[in-house]
């Protein structure tokens, strides 16, 4: 069975208004029935409807009248649906009623099966509208907040600093764990600049073999170096004018490291092989979750550079240092997440939260998105309880001071093998790995795209 929903019914023939009634009823819907195009303007105007199916051919006014005045005077979205019902002899006013947005119309005499097709077809077009809109409005509020959740004063704090840095032109050096929001927090600065039209260009110094990592940065010129077949722009070139983003940049080595130096000292440098300078105009944002101070200590990162990259430092305290954020987070992954996955879920149940509320999040709000995004696909909705969360408890089973294991690259990897044996063992029928995995074909579509499984 399809949508159901309020419908105003609008005919001057009580025979037919008696009838459509009674099978739109026989569906779920809740009809209320008009007799004139005056007494269904009377009640559009004292309360709102899914729905309106008018008779064109009225006397006093017509169904297209009252069309035309809806049409004038409420803005598309705060309308119902229209269905425009039409003798033969008037085709011209139901394609004159499509003009003014009219849903469909029907020529009579019809059967009833079709009024019910089309009143479906209607509301299920009037669900996706408002799922629509309400999608614009959340990536709005999104937006306003810089897509940064959180009410504890640490990220209120964060939030301040990132609005005064975003209007200066200081490096900032960003640091806290992993999946604190680094990043993210990187995106907002320069959204928030005057410079938010020029490119960000990130770059994962992480990624990047070492032997390469000089080269992307300050690009080279043909023949510098076998394998440089051509003249390459590095990313400070391609970031002149706007942000450069370094990520991760503890893993940097101090080679390299001392030629960030000089960029940042001189805002100019060299690509590899040339014999001229290059100037750049630039902002620098690194981010490192790594302790840079006491990589300097230990001769592993150099103190000038240190110095130079942290004029602003922001740093994002870890998840359990901030518990307070984890309902607003919870609630704002659910939406976001649900979205995707097209279910209706809306929250967890309390013992959730109690146990969101004492796990350690070693990987701060990136673990917390993941466990949620299981959750949603996991779940029937519309409240998620704690048989759908698994927590890793890796906190109490890693001995203290080995270094923080990225939780999250182990749980995609799972995930990944738990999909692609499925998929195996169903010789990649979709529907039948589905059912292996107890989720439905539309949640395993999400995975397929997410890891890019073909
Ligand atoms: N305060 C927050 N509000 C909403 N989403 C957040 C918040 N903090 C982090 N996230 C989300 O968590 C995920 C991880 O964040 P991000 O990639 O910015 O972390 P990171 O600190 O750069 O991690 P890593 O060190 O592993 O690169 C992203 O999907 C990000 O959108
Ligand atoms: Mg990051």
């Known amino acids: 069975m399809g949508p159901r929903g309020s419908i105003l019914l609008v005919d001057d023939e009580e025979k037919i208004l008696k009838a459509l009634g009674r099978a739109l009823r026989d569906e779920g819907h809740e009809v209320v029935a008009a007799a004139s195009a005056r007494e269904a303007q009377r009640l559009l105007a004292s309360r709102s409807f899914d729905l309106l199916v008018v008779d064109n051919r009225m006397p006093e006014k017509t169904g297209l009248e009252l069309i035309r005045e809806l049409a004038s005077s409420a803005p598309e979205a705060d309308r119902p649906q229209i269905i425009m019902m039409t003798a033969h002899a008037t085709v011209e006013s139901a394609i004159e009623a499509m003009k003014l947005g009219a849903f469909d119309y029907l020529q009579k005499p019809f059967e009833v099966e079709e009024l019910l097709v089309g009143a479906r ?100 010129v043909k023949g510098a170096f076998t394998g440089a077949t051509s003249n390459k722009k590095g990313r400070f070139a391609l970031a002149d004018g706007g942000t450069i983003f370094l990520d991760e940049i503890g893993t940097m080595s101090t080679t390299v490291q ?41 001769g592993r990162f150099l103190e000038d550079l240190f110095y130079r990259l942290s004029v602003i430092p922001i740093p994002i305290p870890p998840l359990r240092e901030r518990r307070e954020d984890i309902p607003a987070l919870t609630e704002h992954f659910i939406g ?80 990944r093998q738990t999909i692609e044996r499925a998929l195996q063992r169903a010789a990649g029928v979709k529907k039948d790995a589905a059912d292996l995995l107890g989720i439905s074909q539309r949640a395993l579509s999400y995975y397929l795209a997410k890891h890019r499984i073909e």
């Not at 005064?164 to 050096?173: F, G, I, N, P």
């Not at 105009?281 to 979750?289: E, F, P, Q």
């Not at 309880?385 to 990225?406: D, F, H, M, N, W």
Request: hydrophobic content about 40%; charged content about 30%; aromatic content about 4%.
């Open 121 to 220: 077809r209607a509301l299920e077009h009037l669900r996706l509208r408002t799922q629509n809109r309400y999608l614009l409005s959340e990536r709005e509020e999104e937006f306003d907040h810089y897509g940064i959740v959180g009410r504890s004063r640490a990220i209120q704090e964060v939030i301040r600093q990132l609005e005064l840095v975003a209007q200066s032109r200081s490096t900032v050096l960003i640091t806290g764990e992993t999946g604190t929001g680094k990043e993210l927090v990187a995106r907002a600065i320069h959204d928030r600049s005057a410079q938010r039209e020029m490119p960000l260009i990130r770059v994962n110094c992480a990624a990047i073999p070492e032997s390469l990592l000089e080269s992307e940065l300050f690009g080279h």
């Open 336 to 415: 976001k997440h649900t979205q995707r996955s097209g279910k209706r879920i809306d929250r967890v149940e309390e013992a959730v939260l109690e146990a969101f509320r004492e796990y350690d999040w070693p990987g701060n709000v990136r673990e917390l998105e993941n466990t949620i995004e299981r959750a949603v696909v996991l779940s029937p909705g519309p409240v998620i309880t704690r048989r759908e969360i698994s927590l890793l408890g890796v906190t109490e089973s890693v001995p203290a001071g080995l270094p923080s294991l990225k939780l999250h690259h182990n749980v995609e990897w799972v995930e």
């Open 258 to 298: 001392a030629k960030l130096l000089r960029v940042l000292q001189e805002r100019e440098f060299e690509p590899l092989g040339a014999e001229r300078t290059e100037k750049v105009d630039l902002r620098v944002i690194a981010a490192s979750n790594r302790d840079l101070r006491r990589m300097v200590g230990e």
